[in-house]
């Protein structure tokens, strides 16, 4: 596996499951994602560590301030939801993965909910 480091503003940068993270102390953001940090030098914040900064164009090697935006937890939740359906092939492959295992009553409402569907 091959580890390519970029130099920024902020720091050594590297790809890490494609994010990048800043991997070098030499301004003190060791090991928080790029997009996070280049948010909050322009709008000179510091972000909760639940906050999302997600990529409207969902690349997340276009950290141009243009392609972030801060968003609630239920907001993040709410687009990704629209975006991801599930198969019925997939919905199948969890329910026989679960199986033999005891589940909650919620659990049970939400798989019956989902095979309706």
Not at 89 to 96: E, G, L, R
């Amino acid at each position: 596996m091959i580890v390519k480091s970029i130099q920024t503003k902020y720091g050594t940068v590297t790809e890490k499951n494609g994010w990048y993270y800043i991997s070098s102390n030499e301004h003190g953001h060791r090991g928080k994602a790029l997009h996070r940090v280049i948010y909050e030098d322009y709008h000179k914040c510091t972000l909760l560590p639940w906050a999302n900064i997600p990529h409207r164009n969902f690349n997340k090697h276009d950290n141009r301030i243009e392609n972030l935006e801060l968003l609630s937890a239920s907001e993040h939740q709410k687009i990704h939801k629209a975006l991801y359906r599930p198969s019925q092939q997939h919905k199948d492959a969890i329910s026989n993965g679960l199986k033999g295992r005891k589940l909650s009553v919620i659990h049970k409402i939400n798989l019956r909910r989902s095979k309706k569907k």
